[in-house]
């Protein structure tokens, strides 16, 4: 689209070309209506990208998100996604030292595997049996909430009835998740590794009163109404290129290179004025929909921004020539790193992280957790890559907020790197800098981004990878109806800030998408 060109008036001006905003471009081309899509990059996709981050290496790794579990299927059907996931066969394996021998907790791969690893590492069927009744409860709970997220927003009460469990509502949205996790379970790595789910993303204690650990929690035992976290077919880029793909056959005009700078409305209509290489434009629009940040939303509108939520991850992306083997002789490392591995994750040494990090200081012992994409789908690699057995490695740490690095990033960012591999290496039997690939230019093929790295890379306010602290998923008195309404009625946010939002989930942009069908029918 042309610079300087004040163009016909669009039914809907979409800011943003990321998953979200791509969803509801396509929902809204579907529908006739005629869309614009504006995207400041060169490409869209937006976190939820593919890239080849080490040069002359054949491997295309999800840069940023990297799992699906909150997509609905609804969506994917809807419009017609060239889309899949896959399963992953193993959940998680911790690995731990007891009575001064490595050994493990492996769940997956079968009920009797799963039932003996936990008796394998506690001496009994407790913990088994109330990990069973534990996540029954959230299997129950997930069942009933999955569905209510393409809905119109329920209220508390409607939520709370639909639910129709009191237990399981006091242990979510009531009682802060720590009280949960300590009445149900006793073994500190079975606490740790429940826990973890509240605390992906999030900074926060287990027993916060603000319960912005429980809205975590929640939203990471909910998706496709299991919790289950699957692998992306051709990583998290093919997700967002499906999505590009069927909003413009559909009919909707996907501009890269414009930047809006500003939003000009009167409630009924407006304007989006763009720049590009080339100079500014104008668009014209009924309604506008912003995939971007609520700050970001705030400066395009004028408005005064709310502060920005503090980001508090690592994320190190990673290629090996192979896996890494065990101190623990049990688990074959094909498994171990197909699920989710958790490194320093029981329940004291979260605590005792966490501690460490509010006192300003990075964790001695910090906590994260890897997965291998590549031995669930090793469609990432070139072929010569995966013949020869290379593997990828993701790894997210935790408890590392954007407040530590503000006085040196990249010292920073180079001894939390430091000091987290190091408690990777605790459990290897070689260290795993022998298995690291080289890059054409004979560099380890190691990369790792700190919130300040996503902040400027992503524009991700404070490096908060859900835009701002994630929301209950019901009506409160500042949310409208679909939870993506702004103060301006025909401006929508249907970025990841929304009601709902955060996660690779489309669930905002398909809101935004049906608050302006409902508007306009």
Not at 492 to 497: D, P
């Amino acid at each position: 689209m042309p610079a300087n060109e004040h163009t016909r008036t669009y039914d809907a001006v979409i800011v943003g070309g990321g998953h979200n905003g791509l969803v509801a471009a396509a929902y809204l081309a579907r529908a006739g209506r005629s869309v614009l899509v504006l995207e400041r990059l060169d490409h869209t996709g937006g976190a939820a990208v593919s890239t080849r981050p080490f040069a002359g290496v054949d491997a295309r790794l999800s840069r940023y998100s990297y799992l699906v579990s909150l997509l609905p299927q609804k969506i994917v059907r809807d419009l017609a996604l060239d889309f899949r996931v896959r399963a992953r066969t193993i959940s998680s394996y911790t690995p731990v030292e007891r009575a001064e021998r490595p050994t493990g907790l492996l769940v997956g791969g079968g009920e009797q595997r799963t039932r003996d690893a936990f008796a394998r590492l506690t001496g009994g069927d407790g913990e088994y049996t109330a990990w069973k009744r534990f996540y029954g409860m959230t299997t129950r709970v997930a069942e009933r909430v999955f569905p209510t997220l393409t809905e119109p927003l329920p209220t508390r009460e409607e939520l709370r009835r639909r639910i129709d469990d009191e237990s399981a509502w006091r242990a979510l949205f009531e009682e802060p998740i720590g009280v949960a996790v300590e009445e149900n379970f006793a073994d500190d790595l079975v606490r740790g590794v429940v826990l973890t789910d509240a605390l992906i993303g999030t900074f926060a204690d287990a027993h916060d009163p603000s319960l912005t650990q429980n809205r975590c929690f929640l939203y990471h035992v909910i998706g496709g109404g299991t919790g289950a976290w699957d692998v992306p077919v051709g990583g998290m880029g093919a997700l967002t290129d499906a999505l590009a793909a069927a909003a413009r056959s559909a009919g909707a005009v996907v501009a890269t290179g414009h930047e809006a700078v500003r939003i000009a409305t009167d409630g009924h209509t407006a304007e989006v004025t763009y720049r590009t290489a080339d100079g500014e434009g104008i668009a014209a629009a009924r309604h506008v929909l912003v995939n971007a940040s609520p700050q970001d939303l705030a400066v395009l509108t004028g408005d005064a921004a709310p502060e920005p939520a503090e980001g508090a991850q690592l994320k190190v992306n990673m290629l090996l020539t192979r896996l890494p083997k065990l101190r623990d002789p049990d688990v074959d490392p094909r498994e171990a790193f197909a699920g989710t591995f958790h490194i320093a994750e029981g329940y004291r040494q979260l605590a005792t992280a966490h501690a460490q990090a509010a006192a300003g200081e990075l964790p001695a012992t910090p906590p994260s957790e890897i997965y291998c994409h590549s031995l669930t789908d090793p469609t990432i690699l070139g072929p010569d890559l995966a013949e020869r057995g290379y593997q990828t490695l993701t790894l997210f740490g935790l408890h590392t907020p954007a407040r530590l690095f503000d006085r040196d990033n990249d010292g920073v960012r180079g001894e939390l790197l430091k000091s987290t591999l190091a408690q990777l290496d605790a459990h290897l039997a070689e260290p795993l800098a022998d298995c690291l690939a080289t890059d054409a230019d004979g560099r380890p093929c190691i990369e790792a981004k700190t919130p300040l790295d996503l902040e400027r890379d992503l524009r991700l306010p404070g490096g908060n990878i859900f835009h701002r602290a994630l929301s209950w998923p019901y009506a409160q008195q500042e949310t409208g109806r679909w939870g993506v309404e702004t103060r301006h009625p025909n401006v929508l946010l249907c970025g990841a800030g929304a009601v709902r939002g955060g996660g690779v989930s489309g669930v905002p942009g398909h809101n935004a998408a049906m608050a302006v069908l409902e508007a306009t029918s």
